[in-house]
């Protein structure tokens, strides 16, 4: 671990929830790493989660397990409170402790995403009134995930949808608008909320090593025998409806009945998973198409990720999916519905090939001329592996602390400029 030069102390809140169980705190291991990269940069470091009281979900480590790797870390909790009775009888008593944090700090950062406990936003609100700058954190538009989900789910959801879609847009602007720095995951969302921010950012956020990008051994395996097997497509993320996969199953649909031999892996679980296999047992592909569930074992993920040909995607919101930088870091093409986020991936060597939201029918035909042609294909994922080279996340946290240093004053700076 390497000591930072400087002494300052960065506060942040982060939504991803801890849960507490049988007298233990467990984090997601993708968060404990983020915790350890942060503290690289900055001597102290505040965290503040929300935290609920269930069993942990597969891939949570527990915190006794993993502090030792961020030693200057303090975990702070504030509830998990998503219902509106329940946020608004917290709300008094962690606006206090929040403020008391906000001022132990030089340097604020806090994510927000939601309407009723969105402590983010809280956070805000009370850097505001100390008049302390803060950053604001974004990786989706979660507003315009509302938006869409009135049209999904069971009647509750789409009703809460439609009451909270409006409440969502004006909280999100109002954060934004006062922000002093706008750290945006993404092209996405730094295009949607850009028009509103002093000082908008493009930032990346992801959780893989130089040493999880493909070896040199396994990119020349991949490319060896292009042409002489099936093609094999990939992809890693929620089947629910946000992500498009009854149109991914289409598509797999459409190459079958134009006689193009692959094979497919679908890993990542959710709502739809029962309905995508309902199709593909159907329609005959469920000895080719593989839907794995959820896979805890990151190591099996990048395997999949590596081996493919193509990463399969049919995104339908305005959102940048960390999944697609995971491909490009495997030698694997992103090939899949058009995003400001995804396009602005591959711009440097275009490593992947877009079609506009919902044309199913031109993503199945770009697959299947790709079966036919290797030589074009291997040229992808030449240029998938190289737009995925700067990734890691050492760099991203890294570049992430600098912005927040370069672009917010500290605490001790802002209040020597104002005693002169």
Not at 145 to 159: E, P
Not at 357 to 365: F, G, H, P, T
Request: glycine share 6%.
């Amino acid at each position: 671990m390497q000591q930072p030069q400087d002494q300052s102390t960065l506060m942040i809140y982060a939504p991803v929830p801890v849960h507490r169980w049988q007298g233990q705190l467990y984090v997601e291991a993708q968060a404990a790493n983020g915790l350890r990269l942060w503290s690289d940069h900055f001597a102290r470091v505040i965290a503040v989660m929300p935290e609920k009281a269930a069993p942990p979900p597969d891939g949570w480590v527990a915190l006794a397990q993993v502090q030792d790797d961020f030693p200057r870390v303090r975990l702070e909790t504030v509830p998990a409170a998503y219902r509106p009775d329940a946020f608004l009888r917290a709300l008094p008593q962690q606006r206090r402790r929040l403020a008391g944090w906000i001022n132990e700090a030089d340097y604020l950062s806090f994510a927000i995403g939601g309407l009723f406990g969105d402590w983010g936003a809280v956070c805000a609100r009370e850097a505001v009134r100390a008049d302390r700058p803060f950053a604001v954190w974004t990786d989706r538009v979660e507003s315009e995930l509302t938006y869409q989900a009135r049209n999904w789910g069971r009647w509750r959801h789409r009703l809460r949808a439609r009451l909270y879609h409006r409440p969502m847009v004006w909280l999100e602007r109002w954060v934004i608008s006062r922000a002093a720095l706008g750290l945006f995951h993404g092209r996405e969302t730094y295009e949607a909320y850009a028009p509103y921010c002093r000082n908008p950012q493009i930032v990346h956020d992801i959780h893989l090593s130089a040493e999880d990008h493909i070896s040199d051994a396994s990119y020349a395996e991949k490319c060896a025998a292009l042409g002489e097997r099936l093609l094999r497509l990939v992809y890693t993320g929620r089947a629910d409806e946000m992500k498009g996969p009854l149109d991914w199953v289409e598509v797999l649909e459409r190459l079958a009945a134009e006689g193009v031999d692959f094979e497919a892996n679908f890993l990542g679980d959710g709502p739809c998973l029962p309905e995508m296999r309902a199709r593909l047992t159907a329609a005959g592909l469920d000895r080719q198409v593989t839907l794995h569930g959820f896979v805890e074992e990151r190591a099996e993920v990048l395997r999949h990720l590596r081996r493919a040909d193509v990463f399969l995607f049919c995104h339908k919101t305005a959102e940048s999916p960390r999944c697609l930088i995971e491909a490009l870091t495997s030698a694997t093409p992103i090939i899949g519905y058009e995003g400001a986020y995804a396009r602005d991936l591959i711009a440097p060597h275009g490593g992947g090939i877009l079609v506009p939201r919902n044309d199913i029918a031109q993503l199945s035909q770009i697959l299947a001329e790709l079966a036919n042609s290797p030589a074009r294909l291997r040229q992808l994922i030449a240029a998938a592996r190289r737009d995925g080279t700067p990734f890691t996340d050492v760099a991203v946290f890294e570049h992430r602390s600098e912005v927040i240093k370069t672009h917010l004053p500290p605490r001790a700076n802002r209040q020597a400029t104002s005693s002169h």
